[in-house]
């Protein structure tokens, strides 16, 4: 028994994570887990790995490892605790639907404690695009123009229409969110949480945290007395909308 | 001491007399009912996935993203496990017997120093380099030799330093820092270990029983059936560790506020604190890390971001429990410190010097 736990153990866990892999790539729903830079080396891995197991499966054993007497009772112990942990994750990875990480962890990160990553627009840049540009413009993309100017001269006339999730802003809970996205330069894990900040009085009342949106508007002094922000989407509009199929931007 | 490979290795061993290497092509049945039962679980729990899909199950929040973030982070880790283990077979069965061992130089400094540089010619994160560090030491490194390596390699990766030069140019002396330091920390930490009279006991036993392991039935079993038989070994080893540090790195990422962090920033030493606590918990992949730390850098000053990019290749919470299959605890905690100390120095340089 305890033999066969210690041989197969690495190849039971490696092939319900191959499943799950294999399973949300080809369900396209890799990314809420991985920047897409790695879809393709992750899918080739996992395709020589599921070979390797296979061929694991079917081979008879090299040598064998009750050679080795099992440890003693506290060791033994400790390591089937351990297994059973690692077995529960690589049980969820299969049996629970996939999901992207929620407004918990945006309030836990603090929106916009960090500066927006390399492909942030540039002020002198977007003076001089086109209108039609900003139809593009993502969160991102506004939250690093809102960085790096408050001048309201520069905002007006530049249409705002943008989907992210609604996260709360602190210091005006009830008239003030984010409308936000997390940025992922690798995984999941280093997920950062990116917003910009919309004024929308009594906003609980129809929408609640976490809650994906599309808003549309413009820029404007924010009329909130309390939230720390000086520029915040007017809204002209914002509807309930689904979670895109690629929640994160990069 | 480390000149050479200790002999420990490669000595007729009369306790397995005979092994029983059954010469049928048949496998044992209990295998089949175990992989039938094995694949009706895994088919089991998608459907329950599609139940739960259906019924619009969700959990709380916070327990949710803890599972995002583990799953993220084995999701993310395993590919370059499995890519580790690969150059680990291809080294341990592949490559020809004494190929690496007869170009290195015999002078121990100058040979870690060779070994360090192993990193450049493979695109492996650290992760992977753990099941290839394993692998060198099975065919005859010693184990401060191996470590030198495990140490530098993922610094010196190719990606690495592609990826830390589109992140930071040649701005501040990160990107030069980050090479030198990994290099110097490597050989400073390998030295240090080599010191150790007896290497074997820097590992856990179960692993140097491996390595005394005799290889005297080799002749027996192909290369290919040898291949096949290390990746059961291999993963049975790692994986375990991969999936508890990713569930301690969630865990640790759902509990602690990043705020408390980035307040730290603007202050030359507390800066470089909170950096090693950084890497420390987010335990993200060298390959990428200058990515992630570049949003950073506006708020903390250029040496602890250096720190940082050494430290977290080398020790992170994920690593230690991945390290953990090969080292002992005592030579972890002795590493933590060492490395913490090395790289804080670095990242005081860089903050007072550049």
């Keep these: ?250 | 001491m480390s000149t050479r490979a200790p002999d420990r290795a490669r000595v007729d061993n009369p306790q397995h007399p005979g092994h029983d290497h059954d010469e049928r092509p048949r496998l044992p049945a209990s295998r089949w009912v175990w992989m039938i039962v094995g694949i009706l679980a895994l088919a089991g729990l998608l459907a329950v996935r599609g139940l739960a899909d259906g019924a619009g199950f969700s959990l709380p929040n916070q327990l949710q993203d803890l599972l995002t973030l583990s799953i993220s982070v084995v999701i993310e880790s395993l590919p370059f496990v499995i890519l580790g283990i690969l150059l680990s077979i291809i080294v341990q069965v592949w490559l020809p017997e004494g190929l690496l061992m007869r170009w290195l130089p015999r002078n121990p400094v100058l040979r870690r120093l060779c070994i360090s540089c192993f990193g450049i010619f493979l695109p492996v994160c650290e992760c992977g380099n753990v099941p290839l560090a394993r692998g060198l030491i099975v065919k005859g490194f010693t184990v401060a030799e191996s470590m030198t390596f495990l140490l530098a390699a993922p610094i010196i990766n190719p990606i690495t330093i592609v990826t830390t030069h589109q992140a930071f140019g040649f701005d501040n002396g990160i990107l030069v820092a980050r090479i030198i330091g990994g290099l110097a920390i490597a050989n400073i930490v390998g030295w240090l270990f080599s010191l150790h009279p007896q290497q074997d006991s820097l590992l856990t036993p179960r692993f140097a029983a491996e390595c005394r392991r005799p290889a005297d039935h080799e002749h027996e079993q192909s290369r290919w059936s040898k291949s096949v038989d290390l990746f059961v070994r291999e993963t049975s080893v790692i994986t375990p560790a991969l999936f508890i540090g990713a569930l301690v790195a969630g865990g640790i990422q759902v509990l602690v506020p990043r705020q408390v962090l980035v307040t730290l920033g603007s202050n030359p030493v507390w800066s470089i604190l909170a950096m090693m606590v950084l890497a420390f918990v987010i335990a993200v992949c060298s390959n990428v890390d200058a990515f992630f730390i570049l949003p950073f850098a506006s708020s903390f000053m250029p040496g602890s971001i250096a720190t940082f990019l050494v430290f977290g290749p080398i020790i992170d919470i994920k690593m230690l429990a991945i390290l953990r299959t090969t080292f002992t605890t005592r030579v972890l905690v002795q590493l933590t410190v060492i490395v913490a100390l090395l790289s804080a120095l670095i990242g005081a340089v860089v903050n007072f010097v550049v």
């Excluded at chain 1, 605790?81 to 407004?103: F, N, R």
């Design chain 1, 1 to 250: 028994m305890w033999s066969n736990l210690q041989r197969w153990r690495g190849v039971a866990l490696v092939a319900t994570a191959l499943v799950a892999t294999v399973w949300l790539a080809a369900s396209n729903q890799l990314v809420l887990y991985i920047h897409p830079r790695y879809i393709v080396f992750t899918v080739i891995m996992a395709g020589i790995a599921l070979v390797l197991v296979v061929a694991g499966l079917l081979a008879r054993r090299g040598h064998r490892d009750d050679e080795d007497a099992p440890p003693a009772r506290l060791p033994r112990l400790l390591s089937f605790l351990g297994l059973a942990i690692a077995a529960v994750i690589a049980i969820t990875m299969v049996a629970l639907p996939p999901a992207t990480l929620t407004s918990a962890t945006a309030d836990q990160r603090s929106i916009n404690s960090t500066t927006v990553g390399a492909q942030a627009q540039n002020v002198d840049t977007v003076a001089s695009s086109p209108a039609g540009a900003f139809a593009k413009f993502t969160v991102v993309d506004w939250a690093s123009l809102l960085r790096q100017t408050n001048d309201l001269a520069f905002y007006s006339g530049k249409p705002v229409d943008v989907v992210g999730f609604i996260t709360v802003d602190p210091d005006d809970p009830d008239n003030v969110f984010y409308v936000s996205r997390f940025v992922v330069t690798c995984c999941a894990v280093d997920a950062q949480p990116v917003g910009i900040p919309v004024y929308y009085p009594n906003w609980t009342s129809t929408f609640k945290a976490g809650d994906w949106v599309e808003a549309t508007g413009g820029f404007t002094a924010n009329r909130s007395t309390t939230s720390a922000q000086g520029i915040a989407l007017e809204p002209a509009n914002v509807l309930a909308v689904e979670q895109p199929s690629e929640p994160y931007l990069y």
